[in-house]
Each structure stands twice: as structure tokens, then as C-alpha cells.
């Protein structure tokens, strides 16, 4: 008989999800900022200039083959998980020699050491992109895949994952936040690419102190009882995990509502100091409101997902996230008719926004635990590493679409000299909520009641 997992010990292993908050906000937030810079930002175009085709930037296809190479690291480390014999476990190990080269290879694609637009620079960012991705997969597929085992009540576990995500969406305000640590390290006369990169090294260092203490939390097989390991190719298990229909469902509504949720990370500085012409230096104020109000509902979601079901916050936020979308197209023209108070119509937004990021963060990891528990119920077999590479890879292709698809739009109608044109950040809108339209089909579609039911039945039986 396996000893119940100690709240201060779970508390402990959500700390990993700081610094996801942290790199992920780097990452998804600031890497086109970065490397496709504006005249305002005033860092240095690093990257050359040329397109592929005429319209793809060098950052979109550095994205694009990261993520390629990414989506064939997903379940080689799944299945490597899923099978492991080491002595301390199936997934902590991964962990423990994943977490330092997470956090390095995270610092070291915004180090491009040579001069402005230099080829060296392209493939430096390529490299570390790639590190950075594969270490995540290595970290985080094993680390996810643990949660059903050590957390088998869905009860408790969307309790897990409400201290999850505060601490996700909690180090996530603080990255929103780098804008205002960077102007004010540019007042003692650093410069702007040097302030940047100062600041993302303090984050780099708080990363990686949450990643090894998550790392070392608890001894895994002090919780875990002994699973049967998957028999069969790889190939067969994703065959399996495909056959599931509630998760071919949950994985499309996930997937797209990711997608618009990267959208919108990805171009949210622009939206913020383009469309609604907020200056800069207060742009954090945005972020830090949608992010400290989705905070605030975080208990109200959880209540009310209990007493009308997960599937229905995750709808509603889909429909709020649309409407958006269609208040971000017309940004420019809303701001121009209160001249003056643009900042207080970009507070406005990061309220209305606070409710799809409180729900699509906190959510879809709850269902997708349900679903991992009815497939090993009905099966017999624990394919936690596959689920979690699956719910990984649904993460890393989001981000990776986003970037390539607005790294690319953005530059529609630039000005000469520059990479991103008023258009462009208008159009970013409109593909993400033609995704979130998506997404709200598919989760309309999943059954979440047969899935509870079924568990619920089997624990009744098994008592």
C-alpha cells in the first residue's frame, strides 16, 4: 500500500510550473518582440532580414524546424518513460538531468553573440530553440505523466492543478511585468538589447532553482505502486490512444484552443502598443490585469466546473475568447475614439480576457487526467508517458504555429525599413479566432459525463 502524496510535497512539485510560467513567457511572449524588434523597442535587428518565398522570416522557419524535430522527440520520450526501469522510478529521473539544460538553453537563445543581422545569430537561436524544446519534452512529459499516478482522485487532482496553475499563470504576470524592469534598467543608461537580456537572466536563475526543487520533491516510488509497463511498438500505442474517441475529441478542442491562446501571448505586446497605442512602459498593467483577475476566479471556475462540469467553463471561455479576437481587430479604431484613456481600454481587455486564461489553463489538464484514468481503467495498461507526450506536443505545436504563422503575418503591410505593419497585427486577430470558433465546436462535441461516470462507477465497484 503506496502512502498518500503530502500536500507541502505537492506544493513543492508544482513549483516546476514557475518556471514554465517564466520560460514559456519568454518564449511565447517575447521571442518576436526580441528577434523582430519595432523602431520603438530600440534593440538591434539580430536576425538577417531575408524572407523564404518572399514572406516567410528567418524567426518563422527557425520555429518551424525546431518544432519538427520537437514533434519527434515527444513520444520517443514517452515511450522512454512509459518504459524506464530505473531504480528511482519511471519519470523522476527524467527530471532530475532535464531541468539545468531547460532553464541554460531557455537564457542562451536570447545571448546571440554576433553583430546585427548576422547569419551566426540565425543558427545560434536554432540550436538553443532546439535544446530548449527537446528539454522540455524531457522534463515535462515525465513529469505530467506522474500526476495520475502519485494523484489518483480526479477530485484531488483538479486541486493539484488549480495550485498548478496559480503558480503557472502567477510567474506569468511577473514575465508580463519584464517591460516595466527593463525600462527601468534602461534609466542607469543600459542599453535596450542589454536590459533585456538582464533581465531574462533573473528569470533564468528563478527558473531554475523551481525546476530542481520540483526535480527533488519526493521519492517516486515511495507513491507509485507498480504499473504494467505498455507491451507492443510505439507506433501501437499511439494507434491505441487515438482509438480513444473522448480523447481524439478533447485533443481537437485542446488543440485549437490552444492555438488561439498562443495567438494571442504571442502578439499581446503588439496588440497592447500598436492597436491601442499604449506606451511601453505601461503595457505591463494590461498583462498583470488579465493575469491577476483570471487569478481571483481561479476558485470560481473550480466551484462552478464542479457543479456544471468542466466542458461547460471550457465553452464559455471559448465563446468570450472569440469575441476578443473581433474587439482586437477593431482596437485602432475603439482607441482612436478615447483619445487619452488607451490604457484604460487595454485594462478593460485583460479583464474580459482574465476568464478564457483562468479556464483554458486550469481545465483541459483536469480532462485530460480523466481520460489517461478511464484508458488505463478499461485497458489495463498506464500509458501516462503517451497522454502526456500527446498533451505536450498540443502545447509545443501551438506555440510553434504561432510564431511561424504570425512572425509571418505581422510583416504584411511593414513599412519599409521595419518588420511589422498595423495590418498585419489586425489579421493575427482574425486567424486566431477563426481557432477558437474551432475549438468551441469540439469541446460542444466531448462527452464529459460518460468519461466521469465510468470512473466513478469503477471506484464504487472497487470499494
Same mark, same amino acid.
Given at each position: 500500500?503506496?502512502?498518500?502524496?503530502?500536500?507541502?510535497?505537492?506544493?513543492?512539485?508544482?513549483?516546476?510550473?514557475?518556471?514554465?510560467?517564466?520560460?514559456?513567457?519568454?518564449?511565447?511572449?517575447?521571442?518576436?518582440?526580441?528577434?523582430?524588434?519595432?523602431?520603438?523597442?530600440?534593440?538591434?535587428?539580430?536576425?538577417?532580414?531575408?524572407k523564404?518565398?518572399?514572406?516567410?522570416?528567418?524567426?518563422?522557419?527557425l520555429?518551424?524546424i525546431?518544432?519538427?524535430?520537437?514533434?519527434i522527440?515527444?513520444?520517443?520520450?514517452?515511450?522512454?518513460?512509459?518504459?524506464c526501469?530505473?531504480?528511482?522510478?519511471?519519470?523522476?529521473?527524467?527530471l532530475? *538531468?532535464?531541468?539545468?539544460?531547460?532553464?541554460?538553453?531557455c537564457?542562451?537563445?536570447?545571448?546571440?553573440?554576433?553583430?546585427?543581422?548576422?547569419?551566426?545569430?540565425?543558427?545560434?537561436?536554432?540550436?538553443?530553440?532546439?535544446?530548449?524544446?527537446?528539454?522540455?519534452?524531457f522534463?515535462?512529459?515525465?513529469?505530467?505523466?506522474?500526476?495520475?499516478?502519485?494523484?489518483?482522485?480526479?477530485?484531488?487532482?483538479?486541486?493539484?492543478?488549480?495550485?498548478?496553475?496559480?503558480?503557472?499563470?502567477?510567474?506569468?504576470?511577473?514575465? *508580463?511585468?519584464?517591460?516595466?524592469?527593463?525600462?527601468?534598467?534602461?534609466?542607469?543608461?543600459?542599453?535596450?538589447?542589454?536590459?533585456?537580456?538582464?533581465?531574462f537572466?533573473?528569470?533564468?536563475?528563478?527558473?531554475?532553482?523551481?525546476?530542481l526543487?520540483?526535480?527533488?520533491?519526493?521519492?517516486e516510488?515511495?507513491?507509485?505502486?507498480?504499473?504494467?509497463?505498455?507491451?507492443?511498438?510505439?507506433?501501437?500505442?499511439?494507434?491505441t490512444?487515438?482509438?480513444?474517441?473522448?480523447?481524439?475529441?478533447?485533443?481537437?478542442?485542446d488543440?485549437?484552443? *490552444?492555438?488561439?491562446?498562443?495567438?494571442?501571448?504571442?502578439?499581446?505586446?503588439?496588440?497592447?502598443?500598436?492597436l491601442?497605442?499604449?506606451?511601453e512602459?505601461?503595457?505591463?498593467?494590461?498583462?498583470?490585469?488579465?493575469?491577476?483577475?483570471?487569478?481571483?476566479?481561479?476558485?470560481?471556475?473550480?466551484?462552478?466546473?464542479?457543479?456544471?462540469?468542466?466542458?461547460?467553463?471550457?465553452?464559455?471561455?471559448s465563446?468570450v475568447?472569440t469575441v476578443?479576437?473581433?474587439?482586437?481587430?477593431?482596437?485602432?479604431?475603439?482607441?482612436?475614439?478615447?483619445?487619452?484613456?488607451?490604457?484604460?481600454?487595454?485594462?478593460?481587455?485583460?479583464?474580459?480576457?482574465?476568464?478564457?486564461f483562468?479556464?483554458?489553463?486550469?481545465?483541459?489538464?483536469?480532462?485530460?487526467?480523466?481520460?489517461?484514468?478511464k484508458?488505463?481503467i478499461?485497458?489495463?495498461?498506464?500509458?501516462?508517458?503517451?497522454?502526456?507526450?500527446?498533451?505536450?506536443?498540443?502545447?509545443?505545436?501551438?506555440?510553434?504555429l504561432?510564431?511561424?504563422?504570425?512572425?509571418?503575418?505581422?510583416?504584411?503591410?511593414?513599412?519599409?525599413?521595419?518588420?511589422?505593419?498595423?495590418?498585419?497585427v489586425?489579421?493575427?486577430?482574425?486567424f486566431?479566432?477563426?481557432?477558437?470558433?474551432?475549438s468551441?465546436?469540439?469541446?460542444?462535441?466531448?462527452?464529459?459525463?460518460?468519461?466521469t461516470e465510468?470512473?466513478?462507477?469503477?471506484?464504487?465497484?472497487?470499494?
Amino acid at each position: 500500500m503506496t502512502k498518500a502524496l503530502p500536500k507541502r510535497k505537492m506544493v513543492r512539485y508544482c513549483l516546476s510550473d514557475i518556471a514554465k510560467g517564466l520560460f514559456n513567457g519568454m518564449i511565447g511572449n517575447y521571442l518576436l518582440y526580441f528577434f523582430q524588434p519595432t523602431v520603438k523597442s530600440g534593440i538591434p535587428s539580430l536576425l538577417p532580414e531575408n524572407k523564404l518565398l518572399g514572406f516567410i522570416t528567418i524567426m518563422a522557419l527557425l520555429t518551424g524546424i525546431g518544432k519538427v524535430i520537437d514533434a519527434i522527440t515527444d513520444p520517443w520520450v514517452a515511450g522512454l518513460s512509459d518504459r524506464c526501469t530505473h531504480k528511482d522510478g519511471r519519470r523522476m529521473p527524467f527530471l532530475k *538531468y532535464a531541468a539545468a539544460p531547460y532553464a541554460i538553453s531557455c537564457l542562451m537563445i536570447f545571448m546571440a553573440p554576433f553583430k546585427q543581422g548576422s547569419v551566426g545569430n540565425a543558427i545560434w537561436v536554432g540550436f538553443f530553440l532546439i535544446a530548449y524544446y527537446t528539454s522540455y519534452t524531457f522534463f515535462f512529459i515525465p513529469r505530467n505523466a506522474l500526476i495520475p499516478e502519485v494523484i489518483p482522485d480526479a477530485k484531488d487532482r483538479v486541486g493539484y492543478y488549480g495550485i498548478s496553475t496559480a503558480f503557472f499563470m502567477g510567474s506569468s504576470s511577473f514575465m *508580463y511585468a519584464a517591460t516595466l524592469f527593463v525600462n527601468i534598467i534602461k534609466g542607469f543608461g543600459v542599453s535596450a538589447l542589454w536590459s533585456w537580456r538582464i533581465v531574462f537572466t533573473i528569470f533564468a536563475i528563478i527558473g531554475l532553482t523551481c525546476v530542481l526543487l520540483g526535480a527533488t520533491a519526493f521519492k517516486e516510488k515511495d507513491y507509485v505502486t507498480e504499473n504494467k509497463k505498455p507491451d507492443g511498438s510505439l507506433i501501437k500505442s499511439v494507434k491505441t490512444i487515438f482509438k480513444n474517441k473522448s480523447f481524439v475529441l478533447f485533443f481537437a478542442g485542446d488543440l485549437f484552443s *490552444y492555438i488561439s491562446m498562443a495567438f494571442f501571448q504571442t502578439a499581446m505586446l503588439y496588440y497592447i502598443t500598436m492597436l491601442l497605442n499604449v506606451p511601453e512602459s505601461q503595457s505591463f498593467l494590461v498583462m498583470l490585469s488579465a493575469i491577476g483577475v483570471a487569478l481571483c476566479l481561479f476558485p470560481m471556475i473550480v466551484k462552478l466546473s464542479k457543479i456544471h462540469g468542466k466542458k461547460t467553463m471550457l465553452v464559455i471561455a471559448s465563446v468570450v475568447f472569440t469575441v476578443v479576437f473581433a474587439f482586437i481587430f477593431f482596437g485602432d479604431k475603439l482607441a482612436a475614439l478615447v483619445p487619452g484613456n488607451e490604457l484604460f481600454l487595454g485594462l478593460f481587455m485583460g479583464v474580459v480576457v482574465s476568464f478564457p486564461f483562468a479556464a483554458i489553463n486550469i481545465l483541459p489538464q483536469s480532462c485530460m487526467s480523466d481520460i489517461i484514468q478511464k484508458d488505463s481503467i478499461e485497458h489495463g495498461v498506464n500509458r501516462e508517458g503517451f497522454f502526456s507526450a500527446t498533451k505536450t506536443f498540443i502545447e509545443k505545436i501551438a506555440y510553434s504555429l504561432a510564431m511561424v504563422v504570425v512572425s509571418s503575418v505581422l510583416a504584411i503591410g511593414a513599412p519599409q525599413g521595419e518588420s511589422v505593419g498595423m495590418l498585419g497585427v489586425k489579421l493575427t486577430g482574425v486567424f486566431a479566432g477563426v481557432f477558437s470558433l474551432v475549438s468551441l465546436i469540439f469541446f460542444i462535441l466531448y462527452d464529459e459525463k460518460s468519461v466521469t461516470e465510468f470512473i466513478n462507477k469503477h471506484r464504487k465497484e472497487s470499494k
